[in-house]
């Protein structure tokens, strides 16, 4: 076997990385059922009130990050390590058509009934 190979099969850093890496991968496994379970509750809320609960829209869009954060890790993108080797991402919300604010368009838009298209249009 090259001596380089057997260097790097015994180096501690990459072990270490691994161990991190199985961490990630079960915490991402973990992550990705939370947003399952946001997913459904969010459009619980959505049926109930008509909008998007902004706390757990921001929970979504932070934990989204984190496992893209993971993502990158495990496939060697990056080697900063996510939550809680660095800080939680805490990204801005784009704007979002659910809100309380906008949901109301979006309502209306949906229930507004299609212009009928006479024969003569097609």
Do not use: C
Request: no cysteine; charged share 20%.
């Amino acid at each position: 076997m090259d001596e380089t190979v057997r260097q790097r099969l015994r180096s501690r850093d990459l072990w270490m990385r691994a161990l991190y890496m199985v961490f990630f991968a079960i915490v991402s496994v973990i992550a990705r059922a939370v947003i399952t379970l946001l997913a459904f509750v969010q459009f619980i809320a959505i049926l109930l009130t008509g909008h998007a609960n902004e706390p757990l829209l921001q929970l979504g869009n932070n934990l989204s990050a984190f496992v893209y954060q993971i993502i990158r890790f495990v496939t060697f993108v990056t080697e900063t390590q996510p939550f809680p080797f660095s800080p939680w991402p805490d990204e801005a919300m784009d704007e979002n058509p659910w809100t309380e604010d906008s949901a109301e368009t979006v309502v209306q838009e949906a229930e507004a009934p299609e212009p009928e298209v006479s024969s003569d249009d097609k």
